[in-house]
T-cell receptor, first 109, second 112 residues
Framework: KNEVEQSPQNLTAQEGEFITINCSYSVGISALHWLQQHPGGGIVSLFMLSSGKKKHGRLIATINIQEKHSSLHITASHPRDSAVYICAVRQGGSEKLVFGKGTKLTVNP | DAGVTQSPTHLIKTRGQQVTLRCSPKSGHDTVSWYQQALGQGPQFIFQYYEEEERQRGNFPDRFSGHQFPNYSSELNVNALLLGDSALYLC???????????FGPGTRLTVL
């Protein structure tokens, strides 16, 4: 079992829909990252969380430390949101990031 | 303020050859981490450099080695290339203990 599990693996939505991507992890962490990767490979860091909730524009990230679970929400989705969204955790006492396999999001116009 | 830069963008090598990939961290960052991302997979941690020393290492063979220079830039070297080394190699910089990672665009290595 992977230390970081994401669901769903693939997600197709219509423009304007509300999107939720989930991440569960099995290790103690000091921080959780949500990353966005577009075709071609470049990765953009969206959020780094250690507790609670963060919001940036149409993106919202939440984390529940007790349940070892985080969600990334996209409101009013747009075709330009199409990308792979990756959850990564930094284990306590370590600088190493452990990555999930990613969720491929496709938003159709 | 330049972000993380990597060179080259693409590289084609043959089995058995050696390759060097380069990374310049974001201005003000002192820590560089390297990751390997195979097609369809999440990135895998290779190692991290801080103060010119390898601080942590993932589950990669000794064929993978690195270096960090006094200006914080870093190199990843892979010897005796195998077909399975074909991947996107990502570099990320951060301030030690701060955690916020900034990723470079990656180097796509193809081994024939």
């Amino acid at each position: 079992k992977n230390e970081v599990e994401q669901s769903p693996q693939n997600l197709t939505a219509q423009e304007g829909e509300f999107i939720t991507i989930n991440c569960s992890y099995s290790v103690g962490i000091s921080a959780l990252h949500w990353l966005q990767q577009h075709p071609g490979g470049g990765i953009v860091s969206l959020f780094m969380l250690s507790s609670g909730k963060k919001k940036h524009g149409r993106l919202i990230a939440t984390i529940n430390i007790q349940e070892k679970h985080s969600s990334l929400h996209i409101t009013a989705s747009h075709p330009r949101d199409s990308a792979v969204y990756i959850c990564a955790v930094r284990q306590g006492g370590s600088e190493k990031l452990v990555f999930g396999k990613g969720t491929k999001l496709t938003v159709n116009p | 303020d330049a972000g993380v830069t990597q060179s080259p963008t693409h590289l084609i090598k043959t089995r058995g050859q050696q390759v060097t990939l380069r990374c310049s961290p974001k201005s003000g960052h002192d820590t560089v981490s390297w990751y390997q991302q195979a097609l369809g997979q999440g990135p895998q941690f290779i190692f991290q450099y801080y103060e010119e020393e390898e601080r942590q290492r993932g589950n990669f063979p000794d064929r993978f080695s690195g270096h960090q220079f006094p200006n914080y830039s870093s190199e990843l070297n892979v010897n005796a290339l195998l077909l399975g080394d074909s991947a996107l190699y990502l570099c990320a910089s951060s301030l030690m203990q701060r955690g916020a990672r900034f990723f470079g665009p990656g180097t796509r290595l193809t081994v024939l």
